[in-house]
């Protein structure tokens, strides 16, 4: 079975510090790998996803991850945080082809202080 | 285009009562899902369809059901309330797979359901 490990459950950063949230999964087979935000008070949205090809993917409001399989990690970055990034992130994993649900880590809170 | 609404937004019940989070869209989306938020522990699956008439169990089904007649609604049902059931309830769907869009790999979220059990 798939899982997937954030070990950071909460983290607090000022303005303009870089940030990087990990993110690790367990599957030995091929897999697609996603990064969600939820805002607060609002839905989860796609931040980025990789299905294949290069390993660094980039997505919205300036954030990406690299995928390293070595590693079975798929860690997310940023280099400078703004006000507005807080927000609970989760990493999710979906192996294979896409047949099956996604898996989800169990989030990491964002808190970014002016 | 209103995406994925969910209603109600807030309940709180009893325990022993039922009711029913109502999850609809109107994107024609043959994949639907119905996931819950428990603090330190993510979004866990707890049924889905891949396609009205075709519902399957997710990781944790135990104390609900759901139905789905048309495309469009994916209904998940409480039939005996319990507090362990207090969680925040999302549905989504998506068009071509149950992990989002094969090509763009987008899912697409309610705003969530919160739901208290006393």
């Known amino acids: 079975a798939q899982s997937v490990s954030q070990h950071n459950h909460h983290v607090i950063l000022s303005e303009a510090a870089s940030l990087e949230l990990g993110c690790n999964y367990s599957?030995?087979?091929?897999?697609?790998l996603f990064w969600y935000v939820q805002y607060p008070g609002q839905h989860l949205q796609l931040l980025l996803k990789y299905f294949s090809g290069d390993p660094l993917v980039k997505g919205i409001k300036g954030f990406e991850a690299e995928f390293i399989k070595s590693k079975f990690s798929f860690n997310l970055r940023k280099p400078s945080v703004q006000w507005s990034d807080t927000a609970e992130y989760f990493c999710?994993?979906?192996?294979?082809?896409?047949?099956?649900?996604?898996?989800f880590g169990s989030g990491t809170r964002l808190q970014v202080q002016p | 285009n209103a995406g994925v609404t969910q209603t109600p937004k807030f309940q709180v019940l009893k325990t022993g009562q039922s009711m029913t989070l109502q999850c609809a869209q109107d994107m024609n989306h043959e994949y639907m899902s119905w996931y819950r938020q428990d603090p330190g522990m993510g979004l866990r699956l707890i049924h889905y369809?891949?396609?009205?008439?075709?519902?399957d169990q997710g990781e944790v089904p135990n104390g609900y059901n759901v139905s789905r007649s048309t495309t469009e609604d994916f209904p998940l049902r409480l039939l005996s309330a319990a507090p362990s059931q207090t969680s925040v309830y999302f549905c989504?769907?998506?068009?071509?797979?149950?992990?989002?869009?094969?090509?763009?790999?987008?899912?697409?979220f309610g705003e969530g359901s919160r739901l208290t059990v006393l």
């Open positions: 369809s891949v396609g009205a008439g075709i519902t």
């Open positions: 599957y030995g087979g091929t897999v697609n």
């Open positions: 989504a769907s998506s068009y071509s797979g149950l992990a989002g869009d094969l090509n763009t790999g987008e899912l697409f």
């Open positions: 999710a994993v979906n192996a294979g082809t896409g047949r099956r649900a996604l898996t």
